[in-house]
């Protein structure tokens, strides 16, 4: 499966972004999907992922109740609404995606990686 992440920019605190995973391939309602996020001289953090089911989320502590992610199988993307933006929401996010379920909270549990977006919010 190949994914492209979108929907990155600049915004002042407290707005709000929509980031969006498109998934090719065929499946993409088996597999689980993270968002990760690395900022400059960071490693790359989790944020949230969703089970194939769309009932299993998780988020990080440092985005629980402002982010919600969500799926669409039929449109094969994967979505990450976030609210209320802070200075240290600044980061290149990734989506990714893989097959176990498993371990969702550690990159190294993904196959397939997009890009990258940009998300950089001002104070």
């Known amino acids: 499966v190949q994914l492209q992440a979108s929907g990155g920019g600049l915004v002042q605190a407290g707005d709000s972004l929509r980031l969006s995973c498109a998934a090719s391939?065929?499946?993409?309602?088996?597999?689980?999907v993270g968002w990760f996020r690395q900022a400059p001289g960071k490693e790359r953090e989790f944020v949230s992922s969703?089970?194939?089911?769309?009932?299993?989320?998780a988020y990080s502590d440092s985005v629980m109740g402002r982010f919600t992610i969500s799926r669409d199988n039929a449109k094969t993307t994967a979505y990450l609404q976030m609210n209320s933006l802070k200075p240290d929401d600044s980061a290149v996010y990734f989506c990714?995606?893989?097959?176990?379920?498993?371990?969702?909270?550690?990159?190294?549990?993904?196959?397939?990686w997009g890009q990258g977006t940009q998300v950089t919010v001002s104070s």
């Open positions: 990714a995606a893989q097959l176990t379920g498993l371990n969702a909270k550690r990159p190294d549990a993904y196959t397939y």
């Open positions: 391939g065929r499946s993409f309602a088996s597999y689980t």
């Open positions: 969703v089970g194939w089911n769309t009932q299993r989320t």
